[in-house]
């Protein structure tokens, strides 16, 4: 059976020393309930949760898989047990309001604690996921009564909840979606429609699922500013709070998927069910978005989750399996072989791994707090300068995390030789689990023209101009001794500021050119936010003793030497510019000439 551990050192480390949370949250009125050590209780326990109760439903579930039958959908042996240990524990509240019955933990501890989840199972998480999501989007724009019917009963894990956006004809463009809302006289609505790629559409773990629906009433204009959301409920709710007759939707069928089999991906029919508003008519998507967002970063933390089991176990393995010798001589001398690890090529796939991983990990603790300071401080400029932060970097967190982690996870299988293609070591399982969350949430290279377009042309680069003068700050500090990666951080700065001028001037003579260039810049932004993560992860080690510490040093040398001159790469692709790729006609993609 695969092994996994959860790197608490690391998530503590990151925490307590690279980001100083206790004195972050503690000069913060919003969050000064919150210390270390409660911080590191909490991490702890879901450490035990997710290495005793998810880890060992990993396998069994993707063999088992959600199955659908007559109308209904069951989850693999041990699953409902397990959800619902993790409701009554209060872990689906963690980040939650108090009001609604959560716990209000700052988003920067909730990121690792969402690691060890994913890492450990993670189509058992996308199930709990979808469910704070959906509170989010409905504490910010349901009604009073809407909050106080459904947000309660989702924290506590009695239902559930879902996104439901996709259709058939209409993925990345939304505007053109067909589900119907009728007003009816008693002033909600009749949903008519299907909705397709729906993540827990269905199931057995809750008594109750709530749909939050996208759907375009009548004469709503056309695109997406005609869009609007429902809260359409499997079972209506009676005016007392106890469940009512079963509404007009449910899965027609569910999807045979290459992973993460066990959560159930449905198509979802809305046969004229019940809906009720949520907001205004024609601002759905807005609300949608809040959800949206906070999956996507919740897919660059399964990223670091499978990056870290996929680590762990190859680790593992190359440390027990002997094959040849060193090429400088003789290591083990009383056995047959040498460990794998003496190979220079072992050890460079597991360094990138574990460096991108912990750079990862700090990166999304990084954007956790920006999201703190945008939900709990008081200081207007500080929220504001949070909120540009936090639209730059989703994109990356969610498709330079995802691509880093896939990436590593391929690595990790390459360590086993052949035996990391046989089921039983659980690589092959942790890439096919893994593939998706480069697809879903918006696919990497949506997120890359999300960044490129939205979050720097649109904004005529104001946005990552802040960025990098935050980045060139905190390295300028840097002590003598850290001019390794003072020196490699400043440098990328530069190129990167340099690349994105160009690319400001170049989109404005040549439309093609930001496509053809996002994913490069994508990659390239993300080196230097890796960069100026392990500046920190430097500057918080720097001084103390120990091999932990002096392990972090070492890494971040790694990372200069051999990880970051990628971005050089990605420039260098960038102003290839577009004609190339432009030039092909379309029938030259399906010709044999």
Not at 314 to 335: E, L, M
Not at 422 to 444: F, H, K, S, V
Request: charged share 20%.
């Amino acid at each position: 059976m695969p092994i996994y551990n959860a790197p608490l050192a690391d998530m503590k480390f990151i925490l307590n020393d690279v980001f100083q949370a206790e004195k972050f949250w503690q000069n913060n009125e919003n969050l000064a309930h919150l210390d270390a050590s409660t911080a590191e209780a909490i991490l702890e326990e879901m450490a035990k949760f997710s290495q005793n109760v998810t880890l060992p439903l990993n396998r069994t579930g993707d063999e088992e898989e959600a199955k659908y039958h007559q109308g209904h959908v069951t989850t693999p042996s041990g699953f409902k047990e397990a959800f619902k240990q993790y409701g009554e524990s209060g872990w689906i509240g963690l980040s939650a309001d108090a009001e609604w019955g959560g716990q209000e933990m700052p988003k920067m501890l909730t990121v690792l604690s969402d690691e060890m989840l994913f890492a450990t199972n993670p189509s058992f998480m996308l199930y709990p996921l979808l469910s704070v999501g959906a509170g989010m989007a409905l504490n910010s724009y349901a009604s009073q009564e809407q909050k106080e019917t459904y947000l309660p009963k989702i924290y506590t894990g009695e239902w559930s909840g879902t996104m439901c956006l996709t259709e058939p004809h209409a993925g990345t463009d939304l505007g053109i979606i067909k589900t119907k809302a009728e007003p009816t006289a008693d002033g909600n609505y009749k949903i008519t429609g299907t909705k397709i790629f729906i993540t827990g559409g269905d199931h057995d773990l809750t008594e109750n699922i709530i749909h939050l629906v996208l759907a375009k009433t009548p004469n709503a204009p056309a695109g997406s500013r005609g869009i609007s959301l429902f809260i359409v409920p499997k079972y209506l709710v009676n005016a007392d709070g106890s469940l009512g007759e079963r509404n007009l939707v449910g899965p027609g069928s569910i999807e045979h998927k290459m992973g993460i089999k066990a959560s159930a991906t449905c198509v979802m029919n809305f046969d004229g069910a019940t809906g009720y508003l949520v907001g205004k008519e024609n601002e759905g998507l807005a609300a949608m978005f809040v959800m949206m967002n906070y999956e996507r970063l919740s897919m660059g933390i399964q990223g670091i989750g499978a990056a870290e089991f996929a680590y762990q176990n190859a680790a593992q393995y190359a440390t027990d399996r002997i094959q040849g010798r060193s090429a400088s001589g003789v290591k083990s001398p009383n056995q047959v072989a040498d460990s794998i690890l003496v190979h220079g090529d072992v050890r460079r796939m597991l360094l990138n791994v574990r460096a991108n991983n912990e750079a990862s990990r700090a990166f999304a603790v990084y954007v956790g707090q920006q999201l703190d300071i945008t939900k709990f401080s008081t200081d207007s400029e500080a929220i504001e300068s949070a909120n540009n932060r936090v639209a730059l970097l989703t994109p990356i967190a969610k498709a330079f995390l995802t691509d880093t982690a896939f990436q590593a996870t391929l690595d990790a299988q390459m360590c086993f030789g052949g035996h990391g293609y046989i089921r039983e070591w659980g690589m092959e399982q942790c890439i096919r689990d893994l593939r998706i969350a480069q697809i879903y949430e918006g696919t990497n290279g949506v997120q890359s023209q999300d960044l490129i377009g939205r979050k720097t042309i649109k904004c005529n680069g104001e946005f990552i101009a802040e960025y990098i003068t935050e980045i060139r700050d905190f390295a300028n500090n840097l002590d003598a001794n850290l001019n390794f990666i003072k020196d490699a951080t400043l440098d990328a700065a530069t190129e990167i500021e340099s690349v994105t001028q160009y690319i400001l001037e170049a989109a404005k003579e040549n439309p093609e050119f930001s496509n053809s260039a996002a994913v490069d810049y994508l990659h390239a932004v993300g080196l230097l936010s890796f960069a100026y993560m392990f500046a920190r992860i430097a500057n918080a080690a720097k001084d103390k003793d120990g091999e932990f510490y002096q392990n972090k040093l070492a890494l971040t040398i790694y990372f200069v030497q051999r990880i970051l001159p990628e971005y050089t790469l990605r420039i260098a692709r960038i102003k290839a510019g577009s004609d190339v790729i432009m030039s092909f006609s379309e029938e030259y993609f399906t010709s044999q000439n």
